[in-house]
Every structure is written in structure tokens, then in C-alpha cells.
């Protein structure tokens, strides 16, 4: 699961939860792969994205450091920025671990990289 | 005159005779219609020989035994005194169902639960008449085991028998059928599409074993006449059916009488829960069992798929909601894409690919309301039991895309069959590969010269088999082995060499109407459609199992998948082909025309953007409000 991935998941499929979002992500293995860079692609993409959660994710699994508290109002961000949200995004994954919904605590593994959504009958809201 | 079809084969002594008619005959009148555009006009076309598929199959389905002239016509004149239907005794073992008479001897074979029951023998066994030729048919290997248990059906001119599966856990393989009085041409059919007619003449012994027991469902067409070899040699010419009687002699199984858990009947759901129950076991279990082989069969997108995601704005949202293999997930690579299955086996193949995915049901989407740009699911919502479930997997589809943003369904169509066109599904798989090849072979050269254009059709091409399968239904053919066992003691005709291929396809195309494959659209295991169900019905519909490549009579309905395993799956029985073979019962509800735009029409917050027909499927485009 990459954290391009992470910020469109959410818990909102819980009976009783409202919202369900940013999950917290518990990582016991990350790794990181070399994804080819396209500029482009980090602009288009970036404003589908929830920075506040991707700043929480990457913080989670260790690779916020050079990520800003929040993005620039410019459109344009810098080479420098755009690496490291390419970074962040598409480059690191999150292998084994488990997301943690907000609200509820329920748990949902992630194994080789696929995090389980699947609810119980009686979870579904 | 072949039956349901508007052509016949005429052959002439000699070619000037032939002449003769075609210069007479072509452009003649038959029959004059209200206006001239409805006249009936014949036309006559020169063949080098008919086709192939007219007269009996010279090839026997693999573990199909046929002896000629196994009983002497004395000893037939006897067993059909013996079995005299006229005097109809009521006590118990005769019985009359819509289309033949059925008696039966040692077992009753009871057609409600498909099975016998072994504390129950009749007071009759197997007539001693039978003696004789059962001895020897045991004593040279036919069979293995002396029968126990003889259904004796009579057949009118015109009866049939639907195609079935004699209940595999009920009997020993090695079925034996003795034909007397008149002939009859025996269907045979693959789950993957293969069928062979074969020619029972009268006084011969059938024997079912192996794959051809197991596998292949046997029935027959309710027909008058049937297309044989020329007695005289050289052709083919018709035969009228007389009254059939068959003797199918078969031994109980060590498990007869048990109903096994696969076979258990499942029935349409009632509740919510029974629904959820019905596609855990149907639908779920069965894609985690034949992930690998369903993937390996799932390679190339559908041309008016692969459109739709190749005209989104670069950078949008893909969500695929079904995305097995991820065959779509790399059409547009300037998408930001994510993948969702419900089955962890095919998650994994598409994690392994490169793909971002997740395991979840599209009942319950884990995704933000409102992030999606674009929907995919493909394929999904026809496997929902419910009505409810189908209209809410639709509305978690339109929960997660953002305003404007657009989702793509696809679900498989009770319609097979469109403006006179077969949807690949419907079409045999020798049939279809026949035209990939042909198409192959077309672009052949184009393909030669042009290079490879993206790094997704390298990934596709290196990880996948070089036959692509258009198809996403096409799907269960499953190869057997070679050198089974196989006599053919039918002799081969001259006019059974390959038709044009060609020429046989456009005969087929312009003869296709509904109601053509009516008589093959059951699969029952052994003789119950014919019989009066009715009393062990309960309030639920049971579930039919549905035959593969033909139409389909239900919507709601089984539809199997022939898995070949590498090893394991081990049947009952001594054919090592078999112990390869397992089959998988999927449910499916297929939508009729206009079902799907209603349902989305019953959504809040969507609309239908464009509806249409792709190869056997309803599709529509819904766009969030």
C-alpha cells in the first residue's frame, strides 16, 4: 500500500462511523522502490489528494521529513517539493502492517502490501 | 431438411443431374408472400461434400465406448416383450414423464432427489434376460461391476431427453445403454463448448466412462428423424425414428443415496442473510479456488473498455471495483489508479503485477465519498443475489465518485444474442478460436511491423499466454489429455471431411435464431427435468446448473468453471485425467434488456450517461450529479 492509496481509504464503512479518515496506519515493514518521476502526474494528481492526511501518513511510516506542514499556495512547487511528494507518494509502500479506523479501533491488516478492508456482516452499516 | 434450419443437402447420382437442377431450380418460386419482398424463392449452391456437422461425429467424446450389434435382434424382439409398457402396472415402478416411459428395476431411481435409495430395493431386480450379454459385458473389461440398477426408458418418435450428468455419486462409472428398436442420435456435450453427435444404432451398447461419464452431458434432441450415413454408402440421407427403448444399466456406488455437499441444491435467497450466505459460497470460496486459473484466462481488455478509461483527463482518480488480474488497471497509464477484488488470490496476482489494490466488497467501499474521478466494475454486480444488493453495490459506486465523475458497469445479459449475433460466450470455443486464428492471421503482419507501443502491452505480453482471449465469459475450456481410451467403431463416411470453414460459419450465422439451442439449455444431474418436481419444491427456487454456451432459460443461475488442477482434486473414480479436474459452481444473475437502466434509474444522484450491448453484456456509463 503506497500513500497515494492510504489517502483514498477510509472507515466510513463501519456502522456508526461518520467519517473514518486518515486510517492510522501501524507499519512493521516499509520499503521503498525507485518509481520513475513525473512531474506532471504529482501536479494533476496532488489536488484529488488530502495533504493534511498524507503529512499524518508519511509521518506514520517514518518519511515525512522533508515533507512541509502544508503546501505552498503557488501552483508551481519547486522540483524539490514535487520529488519529495513523488517520494512520499509512489515510492514508499507499506508492505506489512495494519490500519487502525479513527473512530472505532477496528483493524485492518496489511499484507504483502494489500490492506484487508473486509467487514463482518454485522460491521456493515 | 435439417431440423430448425433453412437449408437442406441434396445429392445427385450424377454431376450433370446436379446441373440440371441448379440451372432449373435456382430463383424458383416456392412460395409467394403479401408482397414480393416476402416471396420464397429457392436457391441451389454446389458443395464439394456437407458439413461436418450435419451427420453423426466420427470422433467419440474421450471414455465413450460404442459396440455394434451387441445383442442379437432375437434377443431384442425378447427384452422389449419383457419390458411391455402397454400393460402399465401401477405398483411403483412404472411411471410416465412428459416426453418418454420410464420403468425402472432393482433401485427406483427417484427423480426428485436425483439419487436411489439403497434400503430400498425393488422387488424386481434386473430381468434375467439380461444375464447373458451383461456376463460377457463384464467378463471382456467393458465394465468392471455386474449392474445392480436398469432404468428402462421408451421413447416416442419426437421425445428427447434434456442433457445430463448421471449423478456421479450415485453410480459406479461404467454406465451401459442398449439400444433396441429404433436409432437415435446422442448429444454430447463439454462445459467448454464441444459437442459430438453420436449414432446409436439399434441393438448397439453404449458405455459411459471416464470423462465422457463424468464430464461430457449426454441427452437427446426430441426429433422424428435423424441424419445418418447412407446405408448405401456415399452420403448421408434421413431417418425416420421409430419407437426407442433404452436399457441403461448402472451399479450403486458405495455413496448412493448420500447427497454430497457440492451437489447439495442451493436455492434463491429470502433474506439478506441467505444472500450473503449464497455468495459466500458461490461466489466468493469459488474465485479464491480458481483465481490462478481464471487469471490465466483474463489478458486482453475489452476494446470499448480499454475506450472509455483511454479517454479520461490524465491524472484522474481510477478506482476498479472487481479488478481481478488488473487487466485494466494498465490501459491508461496516465491514470492514478487503485485496484479492489474481493478475492485475496486475485488481489495478490495484481499486487504482484504492480498494482495498488485492495481487498473489500462493493457492497462496502473503503473509499472517501466523493474522491473518485472514474468507476470501473466490471463483471461484478451480476454475481449480487438480490435485487437490493445489486441496486446498493450501485450506489456505493455513485457514493464514491466525485460530482461529474463517471463509472463504467458491465454485467453479463440473459441476451446471448443480438441482431442475429452470437456473443463470443454463446459461440463454441472451437468456433471462436477459429475465428482468432483467422483474425491472428490477418494482423499478423501488422503486428510484425509495428513495435510494441507501450510498457503495458510488454507487461501483458510477458506475463501472459500469446492467445488472447476477447471474452471475459469464454473462459472454461479445459484440455484433456490425450490417448484415453477410445474405440469408434462407426464408420466414416466420405462427407464427414472438413467443411470449408468458412462457408459452415455463414450457414450457421444466417440460421442462428432464439429458441435453437431450447432443448439444450438444462443440465440436470440425471433424468429429472422431464419429471414432476413440483413436490419437493419448497417455497424457494432452486437453482438450476446452467450449460455452458448456451442460452440462457433462467437469471438466476449456477454456471460452472472447469478447473484443472496440477494435482490434488481426486474424483471417484480410476480415469487419471479426472483426478485433474474439479468443477466450480458460480452464481450468476444475468440482467435483461433494460434491467440495468432501470436499477440505476432507482438511484439517487446519478444518471445514465449512455446504455449499450458489448458482446453479451448490459453496459451503462452513469455520471454523479
Not at chain 1, 40 to 62: M, N, S, Y
Not at chain 1, 77 to 105: A, N, S, Y
Not at chain 2, 263 to 284: G, N, R
Request: charged share 25%.
Amino acid at each position: 500500500m503506497k500513500l497515494l492509496t492510504h489517502n483514498m481509504l477510509t472507515s466510513n464503512i463501519i456502522k456508526g462511523v461518520t467519517k473514518g479518515f486518515p486510517l492510522v496506519i501501524n507499519p512493521s515493514r516499509v520499503e521503498v522502490q525507485e518509481v520513475d518521476f513525473n512531474p506532471d502526474f504529482i501536479t494533476r494528481v496532488l489536488p484529488k489528494l488530502d495533504f493534511t492526511a498524507l503529512k499524518q501518513a508519511a509521518t506514520q511510516v517514518g518519511h515525512a521529513d522533508k515533507l512541509p506542514e502544508a503546501l505552498p499556495e503557488t501552483a508551481d512547487f519547486g522540483e524539490d517539493l514535487q520529488k519529495t511528494l513523488h517520494h512520499v507518494l509512489l515510492q514508499v509502500e507499506v508492505l506489512e502492517g495494519e490500519l487502525v479506523c479513527p473512530e472505532t479501533g477496528r483493524k485492518f491488516p496489511i499484507s504483502n502490501g494489500i490492506p484487508n478492508m473486509l467487514l463482518n456482516e454485522d460491521e456493515v452499516s | 431438411m435439417i431440423p430448425q434450419k433453412p437449408y437442406c443437402f441434396v445429392c445427385y447420382n450424377e454431376p450433370k443431374a446436379a446441373a440440371t437442377a441448379k440451372e432449373k431450380l435456382t430463383g424458383h418460386l416456392l412460395r409467394e408472400g403479401k408482397d414480393p419482398s416476402q416471396n420464397i424463392h429457392l436457391y441451389l449452391f454446389f458443395v464439394a461434400s456437407a458439413p461436418s456437422h450435419v451427420s453423426p461425429s466420427s470422433e467419440l467424446p474421450p471414455g465413450l465406448l460404442l459396440f455394434e450389434e451387441f445383442i442379437t435382434g432375437e434377443m431384442e424382439q425378447k427384452l422389449l416383450k419383457r419390458i411391455s409398457f402397454e400393460e402399465h402396472d401401477v405398483e411403483a415402478k412404472g411411471s410416465s414423464l412428459k416426453h418418454r416411459e420410464v420403468k425402472h428395476f432393482g433401485y427406483e431411481f427417484k427423480y426428485g432427489i436425483n439419487n436411489v435409495d439403497p434400503s430400498e430395493p425393488l422387488a424386481e431386480g434386473i430381468p434375467k434376460e439380461c444375464n447373458e450379454f451383461l456376463q460377457r459385458a463384464v467378463e471382456t473389461r467393458i465394465v468392471a461391476h455386474f449392474p445392480d440398477q436398469l432404468t428402462v426408458n421408451k421413447y416416442l418418435p419426437g421425445q428427447g431427453i434434456p442433457p445430463h450428468v448421471d449423478t456421479p455419486s450415485a453410480f459406479e462409472d461404467g454406465i451401459m445403454s442398449l439400444s433396441c428398436g429404433s436409432q437415435v442420435i446422442m448429444d454430447f456435450r463439454h462445459p467448454d463448448g464441444r459437442h459430438l453427435s453420436v449414432l446409436l444404432p439399434p441393438r448397439s451398447l453404449l458405455v459411459m466412462t471416464g470423462e465422457s461419464r463424468y464430464i461430457w452431458s449426454h441427452g437427446i434432441t426430441p426429433r422424428k428423424s435423424d441424419i445418418i450415413p447412407s446405408p448405401a454408402g456415399g452420403g448421408l440421407t434421413l431417418a425416420v425414428r421409430g419407437t426407442r427403448t433404452s436399457f441403461t444399466f448402472r451399479k450403486l456406488s458405495a455413496t448412493a443415496g448420500v447427497i454430497p455437499t457440492d451437489e447439495k441444491e442451493s436455492f434463491m435467497p429470502k433474506t439478506d442473510k441467505e444472500a450473503s450466505a449464497l455468495e459466500s459460497q458461490h461466489v466468493h470460496s469459488v474465485y479464491e479456488e480458481i483465481a490462478d486459473h481464471f487469471s490465466d484466462t483474463r489478458h486482453k481488455p475489452w476494446p470499448q473498455i480499454a475506450d472509455f478509461l483511454r479517454a479520461q483527463q490524465p491524472g484522474s482518480v481510477l478506482v476498479d471495483i472487481g479488478c481481478g488480474n488488473g487487466k485494466y488497471l494498465s490501459v491508461n497509464p496516465h491514470l492514478c489508479k487503485i485496484g479492489s477484488d474481493r478475492s485475496e488470490k486475485l488481489a495478490g496476482i495484481c499486487k504482484h503485477r504492480g498494482f495498488q489494490v485492495f481487498v473489500a466488497d462493493v457492497l462496502a467501499i473503503p473509499v472517501r465519498s466523493g474522491s473518485v474521478d472514474v468507476g470501473l466494475c466490471i463483471a461484478v454486480i451480476h454475481h449480487l443475489s438480490t435485487k437490493v444488493r445489486r441496486k446498493q453495490a450501485i450506489e456505493e459506486l455513485v457514493r464514491i465518485l466525485r460530482p461529474g465523475g463517471h463509472v463504467l458497469i458491465y454485467v453479463w445479459a440473459q441476451e446471448q444474442e443480438k441482431d442475429n449475433k452470437k456473443s463470443k460466450y454463446l459461440k463454441s470455443c472451437r468456433e471462436y478460436k477459429q475465428e482468432q486464428k483467422q483474425d491472428a492471421e490477418k494482423h499478423q503482419e501488422q503486428d510484425q511491423t509495428s513495435a510494441r507501443k507501450s510498457s503495458e502491452s510488454e507487461l501483458e505480453s510477458k506475463n501472459m499466454p500469446k492467445q488472447n482471449q476477447i471474452s471475459d465469459e469464454c473462459d472454461n475450456s479445459v484440455e484433456f489429455g490425450k490417448g484415453n481410451v477410445h474405440r469408434d467403431n462407426l464408420k466414416t463416411t466420405e462427407l464427414e471431411h472438413n467443411f470449408n470453414g468458412l462457408c459452415a460459419r455463414d450457414i450457421d450465422d444466417s440460421s442462428a435464431n432464439p429458441g435453437t439451442l431450447h432443448q439444450t439449455g438444462e443440465l440436470s444431474f440425471d433424468d429429472s427435468s422431464n419429471s414432476n418436481l413440483s413436490q419437493y419444491r419448497t417455497d424457494s427456487k432452486k437453482l438450476q446448473v446452467h450449460v455452458n454456451r448456451t442460452e440462457f432459460k433462467e437469471q438466476d443461475m449456477l454456471v460452472p468453471w472447469q478447473l484443472k488442477k496440477a494435482s490434488g482434486v481426486e474424483m471417484k473414480t480410476g480415469n487419471v485425467e479426472l483426478k485433474e479436474c474439479q468443477t466450480f459452481h458460480r452464481y450468476y444473475h444475468v440482467f435483461k434488456q433494460g434491467e440495468l437502466d432501470s436499477l440505476c434509474a432507482e438511484v439517487t444522484g446519478c444518471v445514465v450517461n449512455r446504455s449499450y450491448y458489448d458482446q453479451g453484456n448490459w453496459c451503462v456509463e452513469l455520471e454523479k450529479c
